[in-house]
């Protein structure tokens, strides 16, 4: 699963109808399988606390409407999203939308009964209101929220903050919609580790952001405030929740990858272990695949409540053009590996060899048949080392070591049968 999540004003022509052949044909060299498309569900505009210019995605204002400035027509809005659904499905791609359960905009309103709030926010969200669970009949209403949307084609729902809503509605609402909409995908966005299994679990969701986890751990080892050791200490906490973790670099929260890593580019060797190091699924957000460095922000973050920057599904530059071509071999090798095991070799490596486990990160993905080495320099220097391969290891190869060179902030993979 290699999941695209879109804004979808600023992409492309900002319009249902420019999301066509064009762009999907992008997409599908990228090995997507889902389209995340964030701001859809009609949010709150042309009011004194509406943020930014065009105001947030998250401030929902009807939940059974569409953004008006997303269509054509704005009468037939509803119908134009509904024929970008079909074009997605028939183009091979599942498409996922924005489900915010923690709060709505204070004026929110829908002709269905409406949702009760608290009437206060939680952080400096005030261009939102606090959901109510402790009322009942608004478990009922996200449900008939939720049927609603399924009903028009959506295949799955990113879920915005689950750690402020009580995790036992998730568990209600998940196993309400799949008794109807078995196949529907729940990603939910938790930041604290502690908490992922519960989620997991009594919440009931497919996946989850491994924010926390591998995210925090790779920025932290590319900016130097960890070792590469911290890899294999993060993958062996989540234990065999893994698969059930979503990688990323990059989202609308978070600034763009080329913003935090600096000197180190790309670090290509932090998207090798995000995407490769084992397998489960993985998020693009639009425009990292040509290397976008939000430079029309002083934040690093693509701005979610403007309207003015486009990015597009073609690259622009020669520079843009090699890095996208990077983007696509190493998805395409993604999609080789689907269903292999990894075995992390960190814990067997020498400096004697001039392998340091501070800066270095090596692993195998292997089956039955064939095995592959991916060694990580997580380093300003290029890297010249010997990697061990153990004699415990489940490979035809244990036992054996391999030479790699490997160029600063870079990676390199080998076939070893």
């Not at 295949?155 to 078995?182: A, N, Q, T, W």
Request: proline share 3%.
């Amino acid at each position: 699963m290699v999941i695209y999540q879109a804004l979808t004003r600023i992409w492309g022509n900002g319009k249902f109808s420019g999301v066509g052949d064009v762009a999907f044909s992008h997409l599908k060299r990228l090995g997507v399988t889902h389209i995340w498309f964030t701001g859809i569900p009609r949010h709150s505009e042309g009011k004194d606390y509406v943020k930014g210019d065009w105001g947030s995605p998250y401030s929902i204002v009807d939940y059974y409407d569409v953004n008006p400035y997303l269509a054509d027509n704005e009468e037939k809005r509803l119908d134009e999203f509904k024929s970008l659904i079909a074009r997605c499905k028939s183009a091979g791609f599942k498409v996922l939308i924005d489900f915010i359960p923690n709060h709505v905009s204070p004026d929110y309103r829908d002709a269905h009964g409406g949702i009760s709030t608290t009437g206060y926010c939680d952080f400096d969200w005030s261009d939102t209101r606090k959901i109510d669970y402790s009322r009942k009949e608004n478990w009922v209403a996200m449900k008939e929220i939720l049927k609603f949307w399924c009903g028009l084609g959506v295949d799955g729902f990113r879920c915005d903050m689950v750690e402020l809503v009580p995790v036992g509605f998730f568990g209600y609402l998940i196993s309400e919609i799949k008794e109807e909409f078995p196949d529907t995908l729940f990603i939910g966005e938790a930041y604290s580790k502690e908490n992922y299994k519960t989620f997991l679990s009594l919440g009931k969701f497919d996946l989850l952001y491994d924010k926390s986890g591998l995210y925090d751990t790779l920025r932290a080892v590319v900016t130097g405030r960890c070792g590469a050791e911290g890899i294999t200490s993060n993958w062996q906490s989540l234990g065999d929740i893994q698969g059930r973790m979503l990688n990323f670099l990059e989202n609308h929260d978070e600034q763009r990858l080329p913003f935090w890593s600096g000197a180190a580019g790309p670090a290509w060797c932090a998207i090798a272990v995000s995407t490769l190091f084992y397998d489960c699924p993985f998020m693009l957000y639009f425009g990292q695949e040509f290397g976008e460095g939000a430079s029309d922000s002083d934040n690093g973050r693509t701005s979610i409540f403007n309207h003015t920057r486009r990015i597009g599904f073609k690259p622009g530059t020669a520079g843009e053009r090699i890095v996208l071509k990077r983007y696509e071999d190493i998805l395409s090798l993604k999609v080789k590996l689907e269903g292999t095991n990894n075995y992390d070799l960190q814990y067997c490596q020498s400096s004697e060899n001039g392998y340091d486990s501070g800066k270095h990160f090596s692993f195998l993905r292997y089956n039955g048949v064939e095995t592959r080495l991916f060694v990580c320099n997580f380093s300003g220097e290029s890297a010249r080392l010997k990697v061990l391969i153990p004699k415990e290891a489940p490979v035809a190869v244990a036992g054996a070591s391999v030479e790699i060179e490997i160029p600063a902030w870079d990676f390199t993979s080998r076939e070893l049968s």
